[in-house]
């Protein structure tokens, strides 16, 4: 077993006994008997629960805070008593908010996380949680397999818990039964997926990186993985317009079947081992575009965004106009982190600019405005919207 390297939360856990035992024999004979892989249905999120062919169980990820109960009651209509293993792929709140109420309900017999540290409240929430009830605790590395059940090869594809970014420190599992496959990648991004070209990524079954996002699912890689399916796992009407074109594009391509929670609602697949199937619809796109907004655009527009600077943490907005135009009640969106900036009561004149700083190096001054001393934008894409105060968005930034 590799060398795991705790996060603070991690070391406190480490403290009162928490291990993990890794498998490291191949896999077992296939008896036959039935495993399930359901992707549950909870909106603009992922949460993925397995039943193996010996009942075992495992629950990844537990979509927004919202979603939790939902996730407790359908593991509880499943007979879920305990679940043996829980894993968060990564700290992002569409992923790990669920959890909470799951860490409240069901015994769980070992947790695995990414080793991602993040300041949200969701996730130290989380960690005090495994941490009070004693959970077995452990950050795994890329290689390590999971002594899951004797009958499945349950594979760290990648894990990186020092990623700058918190999506592509997703914990990336190939679960392996037989003849069948499963591979589940969290929000993983493109430069992820080009590391992982190197490794056995080939698999039946793909759940699509960050919810259909352009910013995973590139051709190269899903040629690489050679899905018959690909489970889009997202909320209808979602403000991030998933799944993007160029994902369902891909999937066309390599002629996979499409599934998506938001019109089949949980996903269901079964295998022996030799053969799968699911009773969901395949996926048709209808209410489904890639430019999906909750908010109207508005018609016209004078002031933009010209410019947005994800290292510096920089957003500059221009009015382009000839006539001045009062900020008050507009609004700046960091669509990944769904984090708002409220302009205050400024009047931008024409052809004039304006920073929104952010981050360490944020600061007040002459045509400049300070957001927060947080990091808010992702180094790796995260669009930036420009809402006035009729709620319409004028501007958006990719």
Known sequence: MKKIVFSLFAVALLLVGCTIEFQQTEQQSVSGNEMSVHFIDVGQGDSIFIQSPNGKTMLIDGGVKGAGKKVVDYLREQGVKKLDYVVATHPDA???????????????GHFIDSGKVHTSQTFEEMLTLVMDKNIAYNVPEKGDRIDFDKELTTEVIYADENASDNNDASIVLKITYGEVSFLLTGDAGVSIEKQLLQENIQATVLKAGHHGSNTSSSLAFIQAVKPEAIVLSYGQD????????????NALTVKSKIYGTAEAGTIVFTTDGVSYETTAARWTGMGAT???????TAKKTQVELVSKDLIDEVVVIQNKGSEPVSLQGWQLVSVEGKQVFNFPNITLQPNSKLSITSGPDAKDGKGILKWTAKQIWSNSGDAAQL???KGEVVSELE
Do not use: C, M, Q
């Open 290 to 296: 890639s430019s999906i907004s909750t908010k109207p």
């Open 238 to 249: 979602n403000k991030y317009g998933h799944p993007h074109a160029e994902v369902i594009e």
């Open 94 to 108: 569409d992923h790990i908010g669920g959890l909470i109420a799951v860490l409240n309900s069901i015994s769980i």
């Open 387 to 389: 809402i006035n105060a």
